[in-house]
């Protein structure tokens, strides 16, 4: 028994690493272009619209991936649309370093870095919910969740060292051969990780879940045999048998997602996925420098602050793995949406004292307001940071949950675009705070998403939480 418990324990640190690196991956691509911009702007004869462009690629291309994610998901198992995204991101990087510094290529290497990561967002959660223990979900998203920031902060590592080594981009001492060096440098290291996720995933079964609904009903049953007992295999198959026997008769397409007992936890799911995107953590994390700035903080000091925001954000996570599967998804999001409210809503008031002229923008003030994003982030890494990879692949059927999740995911990343691009104009017309006072509404609503109707979901399986909204079971 002994043996077997530690063959199980080993497997589930391979899944949970390996579903860590596509986040790390996630976390790179989204965090590499702030330190390879410069380097691009001063080699690349690119128009400020077009260097918008190769930012923003990213964000498009996720919106695609969701779809891509979702389909090869769903005809080809999870496991083969894991496969795949990593595919996708190891082609992306080639296809931007041999661009030449021509925009065309550049932009489709961006777009595939966004195909990439609309796939990971997608793929990953998905496929580790169906495959970890009930008990164990919780820390797997927070791996997820952990790698990324730490991809986040390893981009900006680099950046660092890229700077120290190539010298930095506004330096006329450095020729412009280092300086196309140094960002095709920075793209080339961001491909090492994706061979470790491309190779790792050899070593993982598919999704059981996936599997059976395939039909494939003994192989379901060997997967689920890699960390689970033979008895809870048999249970989880039985659970699953007695599922599709109530649903014979229906289809498993997309306009599924709209029958009636599927309704509620698709909006539940969807409400949550879209005001994790809503409440402006994105949108925070790129112009947390402008922002402290405006606030009244110079230049190194905002960037001090930027780097307070992310290390914050990568060491509350860690809190956040420890207390998902003791504490619960329901409790988090609650604590962790009130906690948003009330950051964001301290540098409402800040920016709003400043624009009446109440305060003068100073180091007082960029501090203050510093710790308002501060409160934000770390409110947002113990609840939604995390919570948001389990919300969409627990709460929703398996009949419906890839393609459920393609359509929540694009509702989401064109959300995210939406802000993204109504942020600067919106700011500079009505102001900052208008801005973070909406952005708090959105997490009010969050809250109340939370606490009134969110059931709880730790230590459930996949089936239990299905028969929840179904009202129940056949047995």
Known sequence: MGSTTT???????????????????????????ASALPYIKATCSFSTSELSCVVAAVLLGTIFGKVIGAQLAERGGRLFA????????????????????????????????????????LVTPLYMTETAPASERGKGAGLIQLFLCAGLVLASLVGV????????????????????????????????????????????????????????????????LRNNTPEDARATLSELERLSASQVGESGNLETIWQRKYVIPV???????????????????????????????SQSAANFSDTIIKVVNLAVTLVAMVLVDRRGRRFLLSLGSGGMTVGLAL??????????????????????????????????????????????????????????????????????????????????????????????????????TAVVFLPETKGKTLEEIECHFAGGCRK
């Open 7 to 33: 063959s199980f324990a080993r497997y589930n640190r391979l899944l949970f690493s390996v579903c860590g690196f596509a986040g790390l991956m996630y976390g790179i691509d989204i965090g590499l272009i």
């Open 82 to 121: 894991l496969r795949a995204t990593a595919v996708v991101f190891a082609l992306a990087v080639p296809v931007i370093c041999l661009s030449g510094g021509a925009f065309v290529p550049m932009f489709i290497g961006r777009i595939l870095q966004g195909v990439g990561c609309g796939m990971m967002g």
């Open 161 to 224: 060292a890229v700077t120290a080594y190539f010298g930095p981009a506004d330096s006329e001492s450095v020729s412009l051969a280092s300086k196309a060096a140094a960002w095709k440098t920075i793209f080339w290291l961001s491909g090492l990780p994706t061979l470790v996720l491309f190779f790792g995933t050899f070593c993982l079964s598919e999704s059981a879940r996936w599997l059976f609904k395939r039909g494939r009903s003994e192989s379901a049953y060997l997967a689920l």
């Open 267 to 297: 909006i539940l799911a969807g409400i949550i996925a879209v005001c994790t995107q809503f409440c402006g953590v994105n949108m925070i994390l790129n112009f947390s420098v402008v922002l402290m700035q405006k606030a009244g903080l």
């Open 347 to 448: 540098v409402g008031v800040v920016f709003l004292l400043i624009e009446k002229g109440a305060l003068t923008p100073a180091a007082s003030t960029g501090w203050l307001a510093t710790t308002g994003l501060v409160f934000f982030i770390a409110a947002f890494a113990i609840g939604p940071g995390i919570c948001v990879w389990l919300a969409e692949s627990e709460l929703l059927p398996l009949r419906i949950r890839a393609n459920a999740m393609m359509t929540i995911g694009f509702v989401q990343m064109g959300s995210s675009w939406l802000l993204a691009q109504l942020f600067l104009p919106w700011s500079e017309r009505f102001g900052e705070s208008s801005v973070f006072f909406a952005l708090s509404v959105v997490c009010i609503v969050f809250f109340a």
